[in-house]
């Protein structure tokens, strides 16, 4: 697997301070690549150390104490929330860093059950599914393409985060297979095309696409 989050996104990523949205799709890439599956646990190493070498036996005031008992509190809340989880939640998902209430999409996506989305024609040749994940300032699509469709040209007018889940596709930058994980901005301009046996991607993006192509001004009126 040659494309994978950058050490940023997987910092954040494995210490919690990630969007849901970006989280579901760093995790479906961590489930299927080991190098990933690496780089995590030497950054939950790296965090852990540096926790343990804190001394938290001097110069304990008493904001500290409060400090403390709401830690404990919340410590409490998480053992109730672990508690709540369903049985039937795959163990294999543990180490998969993302919130709670996302554990039935991950699953879905995971598993590749896509069936029973809500997909809707865009061309001929590309479906889309819209995922409602209720987290403002993301938008999570899910995108069928047939074999060697072409996406119109675009840039991006913020950031794009694709997770390939089936087949493959390539632009100008690369040929991106089963598990890439794809990460474009404003610099980026590119084509994708469908490779033989098709594509479906997630993709979550931040803000609009900018079609730049013939028909760019065109297709941006239309998604306005």
């Keep these: 697997m040659k494309y994978h989050p950058d050490i ?38 790296i965090g ?31 053992l109730n929330d672990i508690e709540e989880l369903p049985d039937t939640v795959d163990e294999a998902y543990d180490d998969i860093a993302i919130a709670r209430s996302d554990v039935v999409l991950f699953e879905q996506l995971n598993n590749r059950q896509l069936n029973d989305l809500p997909w809707k024609n865009v061309t001929r040749n590309i479906a889309r599914a819209k995922i409602q994940m209720d987290f ?12 060697h469709a072409k996406i119109p040209k675009h840039t991006h007018c913020g950031r794009e985060f694709t997770f390939v889940l089936e087949g ?7 040929q991106y297979e089963r598990g890439a994980f794809i990460e474009q901005n404003q610099a980026n301009e590119h ?34």
């Design 48 to 78: 852990g150390s540096t926790l343990e070498s804190i001394d938290t036996t001097t110069n304990i005031k008493h904001e500290s104490i409060n400090s403390m008992a709401a830690d404990m509190s919340s410590f409490d809340q998480l």
């Design 136 to 147: 403002p300032g993301y938008d999570v699509e899910l995108f069928k393409f047939s074999p």
């Design 191 to 224: 084509q994708p095309i469908a490779g033989s046996k098709g594509c479906i991607c997630l993709a979550v993006t931040d803000a609009p696409l900018k079609f730049t192509g013939a028909l760019g001004p065109l297709i941006n009126w239309f998604n306005r």
């Design 168 to 174: 493959n596709f390539s632009d100008n930058q690369g």
């Design 8 to 45: 940023e996104l997987l910092l954040k990523y494995s210490s919690g301070q990630l969007a849901p949205p970006l989280a579901v799709a760093i995790g479906l890439h961590q489930y299927e690549c080991k190098i990933c599956q690496k780089k995590i646990k030497e950054l939950e190493m």
